[in-house]
């Protein structure tokens, strides 16, 4: 009989000139271990000859192998991710002295599992086909160690907007592995050999203290085996940057206008603009993601005073900045009419009042306080009277000549005007007292304390002989 197996030694093959080979398997069922992603194992192969009788036929002797017949040793079934070199064996001895090798390695997508490989035998002087005999091949999950991979710096801290950065180690003490790395937001670049080396992360932060997390950076091999190291990210908040400017004067109760603008590194889902316009009351402006951060608001103060208006502006994190570099003097103003006989000039209408040198001319206005928005009256400061040369505009209109009979008491010794008992102010404008040039033309204003009342309106007066 000639048998071809598997035994402790390897496999081996007993062959006859007179029968058939008849392969099968020797020493019992034989397996070799084979580890995913291991070192090959070898495995020996030999044809032991024996006699009819049983008896050996002696070492690589009288077989029916020969160089004109060899005999050939093929296997069928390996699994897919097993590899097995060379792929057939060729015998033209028989006996331990013409041992052959093949040598058997899994890949790491090798399935652990017990698989059966067929090995047949074919040729030989006077024989035909061998059958087959069964060796097993046992795929194990390998002991190797995972990666090893390590952070430099446990807690990372930086404020919104700025580059987030970060080092460590890396090494993998199977050699021949592959190390790829990864992390769970931002970039990580590896360096060094395949054995070991370094690494460096960095991110882009861009709201506080929203993006604050936990930082997980991956080291894994090409056999899927990985290791994990982590850091604490911190982003924190940051206060906008405001920037305002105000009108620096304005007369009471007109609008003022105040321009603010400010910038904020977090990608806030939107900020709210505060004003304090210094005389308790306040503005309010919100302002979306993606809105223009800048604007204009507008104030009437109803007081003259100076102001200091403060613009606070506050992200949705919390953080607030402000500007408060922002004054405004508020200016008090006065309303001014006229009232019959003396006729009032506007810009836009100049009219002499002409009346006879010596007379007394009555001058009576109503005053009105803008700010507080009501007329002067008795017990209210008195406006006072204040007269200067002008030159007559041409195409000024020339009122009549009034003799302004009734005239009453003049008011040669003091600039103020009096409370009339028809709720008026009264001015009864002595022309001799005063010394008025005949032919020379004059202005006539209305002042309360040092404040001008007829910037809009006011009088022209000449005398005539």
């Not at 032991?48 to 017949?69: F, K, R, V």
């Not at 001319?361 to 005053?367: G, R, T, Y």
């Not at 404040?451 to 007066?461: I, Q, V, Y």
Request: net charge negative.
């Amino acid at each position: 009989t000639a048998a071809l197996l598997m035994g402790a030694g390897g496999l081996a093959a007993w062959a006859d000139d007179l029968i058939t080979n008849d392969v099968q398997m020797g020493g019992g069922t034989f397996g070799i271990t084979l580890a995913q992603g291991g070192s090959p194992v070898s495995l020996p192969v030999y044809i032991n000859g024996t006699g009819q009788d049983g008896g050996p036929q002696g070492q690589g002797g009288n077989c029916n192998a020969s160089s004109a017949s060899p005999i050939t040793v093929t296997l069928a079934g390996v699994p897919s991710g097993v590899n097995v070199s060379p792929n057939s064996l060729q015998f033209t001895q028989c006996g331990p002295g013409a041992t052959q090798s093949l040598s058997a390695t899994a890949a790491g997508t090798a399935v652990p599992a017990d698989h059966t490989v067929i090995a047949s035998a074919s040729g030989g002087v006077g024989t035909t086909n061998a059958d087959s005999t069964v060796f097993r091949v046992t795929a194990e999950q390998p002991s190797k160690s995972a990666p090893a991979v390590a952070s430099d710096n446990a807690n990372v801290t930086v404020v919104e907007g700025q580059h987030a950065t970060n080092t460590g180690t890396w090494s993998d003490a199977n050699a021949g592995d592959t190390v790829s790395l990864s992390a769970s937001v931002g970039s990580v670049t590896k360096s060094g050999t395949n054995a070991a080396g370094t690494w460096s992360w960095s991110y882009d932060t861009t709201d506080g203290p929203d993006k604050s997390q936990t930082v997980t950076v991956t080291a894994t091999d090409d056999k899927g085996r990985s290791a994990t190291t982590t850091f604490d990210l911190t982003v924190d908040n940051v206060a906008p940057s405001v920037e305002a400017s105000i009108d620096a004067e304005i007369n009471c109760r007109t609008n003022a206008t105040l321009d603010w603008s400010f910038t904020d590194p977090g990608t806030d889902a939107d900020w709210t603009v505060d004003v304090d316009w210094g005389d308790t009351t306040s503005s309010t402006a919100t302002v979306g993601a993606t809105d223009p951060k800048s604007g204009t608001l507008n104030h009437a103060y109803e007081a003259p005073d100076n102001y200091s208006a403060t613009v606070t502006v506050t992200n949705d994190d919390g953080a607030s900045g402000a500007n408060n570099d922002n004054s405004i003097v508020v200016r008090q103003t006065y309303s001014v009419t006229f009232l019959k006989p003396f006729d009032a000039s506007t810009p836009g209408s100049h009219v002499i009042n002409k009346a006879k040198a010596v007379r007394t001319v009555p001058v009576k206005v109503q005053v009105y306080d803008d700010c507080a928005q009501r007329a002067l009256a008795d017990g209210d400061t008195a406006p006072n009277v204040k007269l200067s040369k002008a030159t007559v505009p041409s195409g000024a209109t020339t009122d009549g000549i009034e003799l302004y009979s009734d005239a009453g008491s003049a008011n040669s010794n003091t600039d103020l005007f009096r409370w009339s008992t028809d709720g008026f102010w009264i001015y009864n404008l002595d022309t001799k007292a005063l010394n008025l040039t005949v032919g020379q033309g004059y202005r006539v204003d209305v002042n309360v304390g040092a404040t001008l009342a007829t910037e809009d309106e006011w009088g022209l007066l000449a005398t005539v002989k």
